[in-house]
T-cell receptor
């Protein structure tokens, strides 16, 4: 079952922060975050495993709330290069390796 | 991470024909997957390509329409059979490297298919 992502889109000025949420109705083993720019393949950002750990990639970090089956991606002090569509991919505890992707969040960072 | 290539990068095909897409990785991988991304949409898993056995298909996808091969740990093909305009999409393979401590998946560059 497809996870729910919010918001659908967000427009930021350089230097501003944003949060993207991803939630599932089923028990998750892991959450994967990707960024896709127009005309390109999705690029892996980070993976969060069951255990509620937080990870970081440059000024992008994420958390995983295992109890709520939710993950959040934090874009801090956004840069122009952060523009793109962000997808979360969720791996269920009983579907090893298979990812179900959310609908995506389009992020536009303006000067 | 692994270096993944796909061939062809794009193609325009006539309805009723078939196209085989190749996915080649520069190192051995455990898992290989095939996804479809329709214009402006998210990624949908088609199937898991299993080395040495039949692929495992997701609901809504069948072997007759999307036959898959995986003869070894670095290569897989996806065929889109008897194509119709509704098959126009980007087809992507993803892989999980053997030396990855977690099931991180990396995507190939994709194959853009337009069916007329």
């Amino acid at each position: 079952q497809q996870p729910v992502q919010s918001p659908q889109a967000v427009i930021l000025r350089e230097g501003e922060d944003a949060v993207i949420n991803c939630s599932s109705s089923k028990a998750l083993y892991s959450v994967h975050w990707y960024r896709q720019k127009h005309g390109e393949a999705p690029v892996f950002l980070m993976i969060l495993l069951k255990g509620g750990e937080q990870k970081g990639h440059e000024k992008i970090s994420a958390s995983f709330n295992e109890k709520k089956q939710q993950s959040s991606l934090y874009l801090t002090a956004s840069q122009l290069s952060y523009s793109g569509t962000y997808f979360c991919g969720t791996e269920l505890t009983d579907s090893w390796g298979k990812l179900q992707f959310g609908a995506g969040t389009q992020v536009v960072v303006t000067p | 991470s692994a270096v993944i290539s796909q061939k062809p990068s794009r193609d325009i095909c006539q309805r009723g024909t078939s196209l085989t897409i190749q996915c080649q990785v520069d190192s051995q991988v455990t898992m290989m997957f095939w996804y479809r991304q329709q214009p402006g949409q998210s990624l949908t898993l088609i199937a898991t390509a299993n080395q040495g056995s039949e692929a495992t298909y997701e609901s809504g996808f069948v072997i007759d329409k999307f036959p898959i091969s995986r003869p070894n740990l670095t290569f897989s093909t996806l065929t889109v059979s008897n194509m119709s305009p509704e098959d126009s999409s980007i087809y992507l393979c993803s892989v999980s490297p053997l030396d990855s401590p977690t099931e991180t998946q990396y995507f190939g560059p994709g194959t853009r298919l337009l069916v007329l």
